[in-house]
């Protein structure tokens, strides 16, 4: 079985100060990992993941992924937050298994981020 | 191109109703899925369709069927439709093959749905 969690409902932070939203993950076999995001009415748009290689993953907008085996974790960073950023944000992972197929794809509950200005 | 297209946007039902959400996209891609999104809950998976022709159960499947029309098209029928099918749906396609892709997930706008 393959599961996500994300500890934090909600982040609030000051807009210019760095940005961190929390994934933890479990899965039998090695995992592919995916943030996706939310603006308010409308679906979710990929953002960055990892497949395999650097542990380091820079995505869209800015925002980068550090994948940590050892603590199952997944967490999405940026260095300088902006109002825009505003949103709710979603780990996904999947796990590669030994060798089937599977296709699907399980989500965190969601992070909303807040940036104030 | 426009990705991934869904109809209705908004939908009210009244219990019992029946009702089908279209979902089409234009990216040639091999699998489809259908979410719910539900507050506090994040999405969970409905139905997928790997490839045109089949079709599997995800983690919610009761009172929902689905069709894959072809490779383009992925609609979700509603039989009877319950109070506790009120949702935020969204069909989501991607390149996978074989279920063995890192394929990211391309999603649509959502169909908002209300059964009174």
């Known amino acids: 079985a393959q599961s996500v969690a994300q500890p934090e409902d909600q982040v609030n932070v000051a807009e210019g100060n760095p940005l961190t939203v929390k994934c933890t993950y479990s899965?039998?076999?090695?995992?592919?990992l995916f943030w996706y995001v939310q603006y308010p009415n409308r679906g979710l748009q990929f953002l960055l993941k990892?497949?395999?290689?650097?542990?380091l993953v820079k995505g869209s907008y800015g925002f980068e992924a550090e994948f940590n085996k050892s603590q199952t974790s997944f967490h999405l960073k940026k260095p300088s937050a902006l109002v825009s950023d505003s949103a709710l944000y979603f780990c996904?992972?999947?796990?590669?298994?030994?060798?089937?197929?599977?296709?699907?794809?399980?989500f965190g509950k969601g992070t909303l981020l807040t940036v104030n200005p | 191109n426009a990705g991934v297209t869904q109809t209705p946007k908004f939908q009210v039902l009244k219990t019992g109703q029946s009702m089908t959400l279209q979902c089409a996209q234009d990216?040639?891609?091999?699998?489809m899925y259908w979410y719910r999104q539900d507050p506090g809950m994040g999405l969970r998976l409905i139905y997928y369709?790997?490839?045109?022709?089949?079709?599997d159960k995800g983690e919610v499947p009761n009172g929902y069927n689905v069709s894959r029309l072809n490779k383009r098209e992925f609609s979700l029928r509603l039989e009877s439709a319950a109070p506790s099918q009120t949702s935020v749906y969204f069909c989501?396609?991607?390149?996978?093959?074989?279920?063995?892709?890192?394929?990211?997930?391309?999603f649509g706008p959502g169909t908002r749905l209300t059964v009174l």
């Open positions: 989501a396609s991607s390149n996978d093959r074989g279920g063995r892709g890192s394929n990211e997930q391309f």
């Open positions: 899965v039998s076999g090695n995992p592919y």
């Open positions: 990892y497949i395999t290689g650097d542990n």
């Open positions: 996904a992972v999947r796990d590669r298994g030994s060798g089937g197929s599977n296709y699907k794809l399980t």
């Open positions: 990216m040639n891609h091999n699998s």
């Open positions: 369709s790997a490839s045109e022709g089949t079709t």
